[in-house]
């Protein structure tokens, strides 16, 4: 299991080694356009394609999409429908590509809300690519940083009862091998698109020490030009980790 970073120092090279994105703004893209807010996602996954193939080739390991929050069903009924068809389409038409690719695809959320045929399409995806480790793309759908922790904590209890009793032996170790993404490195860089400057109940566990980046740019827009924007900011920062800017010059 990969250390946290509250208790231990990670490395920092000039390349986040996991990068968290929350794709936002597409329906906002669509209206500037006079479109319906729809057509915004379906540009939106022309941007992951884009954003995918520019971290493999910029060897970023792990790749993290917010997809779709637990909050998301609020949406127009419409909307979040084709949302969901989008899922479905964009799993069956890209699976055989991150196959060969060497992406190996992980989707993390509370996935017993969808119909029984996207998680059966989901269950195969992840089946397909689980031999791949060139990069680990994640998708957050249906997911919500709180149901995380929760979820993590009920399993634990789960598989330890006697910590119940013993509160004071609940660590972050114990907690942290149950948590959806406990296969990954915490996030080195965040990313907001779409000009809002929140992490939306997004990986809030897993964010604690990650580096904030919030661009103006439309997710629809976001490529590999606006990806190395965000990577020259990253390499500006002073990852301290608790420390003092003397103790990093030494």
């Known amino acids: ?48 394609r884009r954003v995918v193939e520019a971290c493999g080739e910029r060897g970023v390991k792990y790749l993290t ?21 989008l899922f479905m389409q964009t799993l069956d038409k890209e699976i055989s590509k991150l196959e060969n690719q060497g992406v190996r695809l992980h989707i993390v959320g509370d996935l017993s809300a969808f119909e029984p045929k996207l998680q059966e399409m989901i269950k195969e995806a992840q089946a397909r690519t689980a ?18 922790i929760l979820q993590a904590l009920r399993k634990l209890m789960i598989a330890k009862p006697e910590l119940a009793a013993q509160s004071d032996a609940i660590a972050e170790s114990e907690l942290a091998p149950y948590l959806s993404m406990a296969y990954a490195p915490e996030p ?17 566990w897993q964010l604690a020490y990650t580096e904030l980046y919030f661009s103006d740019d439309f997710w629809p827009d976001f490529g590999a030009k606006e ?7 990253y390499r500006t920062r002073e ?5 003092t800017s003397a103790q990093l010059a030494k």
């Open 1 to 48: 299991m990969v250390r946290s970073s509250t208790l231990s120092i990670p490395e920092s090279n000039d390349i986040p080694q996991h990068l968290a994105i929350i794709m936002d703004g597409n329906g906002r893209w669509a209206t500037k356009r006079f479109l319906p807010r729809t057509a915004g996602h379906f540009r939106g996954v022309q941007a992951v």
């Open 65 to 85: 999409l917010f997809a779709f929050s637990s909050e998301n069903w609020r949406r127009p009924k419409e909307e979040v429908s084709v949302l969901m068809r």
């Open 131 to 148: 031999g791949n480790d060139a990069l680990h793309l994640t998708i957050a759908a249906n997911y919500g940083g709180r149901w995380d």
């Open 188 to 204: 080195d860089l965040f990313i907001r698109t779409g000009g809002e400057q929140r992490i939306s109940n997004f990986l809030i």
């Open 227 to 233: 990806l190395d924007a965000a990577f020259e900011w």
């Open 239 to 243: 990852r301290r980790f608790g420390r």
